[in-house]
């Protein structure tokens, strides 16, 4: 699946023009960077350097705003636990400290250098270091950069600033030692390539090819759907699977997808970007799967550790896929459920462009005839009640339920809205002959 690791760098170009992002604008007047700024300047009233840190500074630079501000800092975990009198320990053992400051929490953590990684997510120790050394311990040139909020200096010892202007994700340092040591850095490069239209340069790229199989057990798949849904919003979320497959970790993840042809994933995520915005995550990675079954589809939300929500819309979404049944009974059921709207929407997307349109229309027609018996089943009043079919001799029971299924099936099968009508025909029903045997 390394096809193409030849060229230079892949870029990050979908079906469709990506947003141009503009460079080095910045952008001021955010209440939570006016409040981190008087934590820096505490911070170095009391003698200690301190920045805002990482993936702030590359919005900033960027012109994206942003609240999710960190700060680093020579100032050890004690020293800024003195400083300040509102904080969680929650990080420490790594430097960190939460700094509550007039109703916001920022991340203080001390500059450090990690030593020694075993487990390929986390270091075994660290030690107190330089602001140059911190920057080189973490993951990609745009995350390590610094930024003083004090003299609005920016502080790059890693080629950040000129990445960025080349829109590239570069590992800081040699790529094989960073993915070493963090095996989860493979899959956030690609996130970052997906969110920004970046490019990813040759020796990332290969280095991920190289390191995709020890992916696991080092990084839990808890981890790995959250950076998945983190993706999922982003336009180029298509050309990210495609590449993740090229290089690799897709068929890691999914081992069921280990033989499939490059151009078959293009194809199974190619209409992503016609996908409602709404789309839930998991029903992009359906798509993946063409030829899954229900018992499946449980078996892949247990695997990706998705939430019963998810796993609820996937089985309900494939119900709708394969019902080839014209029963308006069904049908009436399918589109009283909340979610009906947007599974459409979905399979739509999977149409042919030019088959679109009658797709959407036919469901639309459909569900405007059937309108009175789906406000019926939402609102949860049949026109046969259990005590109608009391006051017609019928006990309390298994064949009481079975009565009311069938009488809702004939309400709506014959156009039924009359208590009457739907009475008459049940009668003449076997299940009503067996229930006043």
């Given at each position: 699946?390394?096809?193409?690791?030849?060229?230079d760098?892949f870029?990050?170009?979908?079906?469709?023009?990506?947003?141009?992002?503009?460079?080095?604008r910045?952008?001021?007047?955010?209440d939570?960077?006016?409040?981190?700024k008087?934590?820096v300047?505490?911070?170095?009233?009391?003698?200690h350097?301190?920045?805002f840190?990482g993936?702030?500074?590359r919005?900033?630079?960027m012109g994206?705003?942003?609240?999710d501000?960190?700060?680093a800092?020579?100032?050890?975990?004690?020293?800024?636990?003195?400083?300040?009198?509102k904080?969680?320990h929650?990080g420490?053992?790594?430097?960190?400290?939460?700094?509550?400051?007039?109703?916001?929490?920022?991340?203080?953590?001390?500059f450090?250098?990690?030593?020694g990684?075993?487990?390929?997510?986390?270091p075994?120790?660290?030690?107190?270091s330089?602001a140059e050394?911190?920057?080189?311990?973490r993951?990609?040139t745009i995350?390590?950069m610094?930024y003083?909020?004090?003299?609005?200096?920016?502080?790059?010892f890693?080629?950040?600033?000129?990445d960025l202007s080349?829109?590239?994700i570069r590992?800081?340092?040699?790529?094989?030692?960073?993915?070493?040591?963090?095996?989860?850095?493979?899959?956030?490069?690609l996130r970052f390539?997906?969110?920004f239209?970046?490019?990813?340069d040759?020796?990332?790229?290969?280095?991920?090819a190289?390191?995709a199989?020890?992916l696991?057990?080092?990084?839990?798949m808890e981890?790995i759907w959250?950076e998945?849904?983190k993706?999922?919003?982003?336009?180029?979320?298509?050309?990210?699977?495609?590449e993740?497959h090229?290089?690799?970790?897709l068929?890691v993840?999914?081992?069921?997808?280990k033989?499939?042809?490059?151009?078959?994933?293009?194809?199974?995520?190619?209409h992503f970007?016609?996908?409602?915005?709404e789309?839930?995550?998991i029903a992009?990675?359906?798509?993946?799967?063409?030829d899954?079954?229900q018992?499946g589809?449980?078996?892949l939300c247990r695997?990706?550790r998705?939430?019963?929500?998810?796993?609820?819309?996937?089985?309900?979404?494939?119900?709708?896929k394969t019902l080839?049944s014209?029963?308006?009974h069904a049908w009436?059921?399918i589109y009283?459920h909340?979610d009906?709207e947007?599974c459409?929407?979905?399979l739509a997307a999977?149409?042919?462009a030019?088959?679109?349109?009658?797709?959407?229309a036919a469901?639309?027609?459909?569900h405007?005839?059937?309108a009175?018996?789906i406000?019926?089943?939402i609102d949860q009043v049949?026109?046969?009640?259990?005590e109608?079919?009391k006051?017609?001799?019928?006990?309390p029971?298994?064949?009481?339920?079975?009565?009311?299924?069938?009488s809702?099936?004939?309400?709506?099968?014959?156009?039924?809205?009359?208590?009457?009508?739907?009475?008459?025909k049940?009668?003449?029903?076997q299940l009503?002959?067996?229930?006043?045997e």
């Amino acid at each position: 699946m390394n096809e193409g690791l030849e060229n230079d760098c892949f870029v990050f170009r979908p079906y469709f023009a990506l947003p141009h992002f503009p460079k080095f604008r910045y952008y001021k007047g955010m209440d939570a960077q006016e409040i981190a700024k008087d934590i820096v300047k505490k911070l170095v009233d009391a003698g200690h350097i301190a920045y805002f840190a990482g993936g702030w500074v590359r919005d900033f630079l960027m012109g994206h705003p942003s609240d999710d501000i960190d700060i680093a800092t020579d100032a050890s975990p004690d020293q800024i636990l003195q400083l300040f009198p509102k904080t969680f320990h929650v990080g420490i053992a790594f430097g960190v400290v939460v700094v509550c400051h007039d109703g916001h929490q920022f991340e203080v953590a001390t500059f450090r250098k990690d030593i020694g990684y075993e487990d390929g997510r986390k270091p075994t120790s660290i030690e107190p270091s330089t602001a140059e050394e911190d920057a080189k311990r973490r993951d990609f040139t745009i995350n390590g950069m610094f930024y003083d909020p004090l003299d609005e200096s920016i502080h790059d010892f890693v080629g950040g600033r000129e990445d960025l202007s080349r829109e590239i994700i570069r590992t800081i340092g040699d790529p094989f030692e960073r993915f070493f040591e963090d095996r989860l850095r493979m899959i956030r490069a690609l996130r970052f390539a997906c969110r920004f239209g970046f490019h990813i340069d040759t020796e990332t790229q290969q280095a991920i090819a190289d390191h995709a199989d020890t992916l696991f057990p080092a990084v839990s798949m808890e981890r790995i759907w959250q950076e998945f849904s983190k993706m999922a919003a982003y336009p180029a979320f298509d050309y990210t699977l495609v590449e993740m497959h090229r290089l690799g970790l897709l068929s890691v993840i999914f081992p069921g997808l280990k033989g499939v042809h490059l151009d078959d994933i293009k194809h199974r995520v190619s209409h992503f970007h016609d996908m409602p915005k709404e789309t839930l995550t998991i029903a992009y990675f359906l798509q993946l799967f063409p030829d899954i079954d229900q018992e499946g589809i449980k078996d892949l939300c247990r695997y990706l550790r998705t939430s019963n929500r998810d796993q609820k819309f996937a089985q309900f979404f494939h119900h709708i896929k394969t019902l080839e049944s014209p029963d308006t009974h069904a049908w009436s059921h399918i589109y009283a459920h909340p979610d009906s709207e947007l599974c459409i929407k979905i399979l739509a997307a999977s149409e042919p462009a030019e088959t679109r349109s009658e797709y959407l229309a036919a469901h639309q027609q459909r569900h405007a005839g059937l309108a009175p018996h789906i406000k019926r089943i939402i609102d949860q009043v049949p026109v046969v009640t259990s005590e109608d079919l009391k006051n017609e001799g019928i006990k309390p029971g298994k064949l009481m339920g079975e009565l009311l299924k069938e009488s809702e099936r004939i309400a709506i099968l014959y156009e039924f809205h009359e208590k009457h009508e739907v009475l008459d025909k049940l009668k003449e029903s076997q299940l009503w002959k067996d229930a006043h045997e």
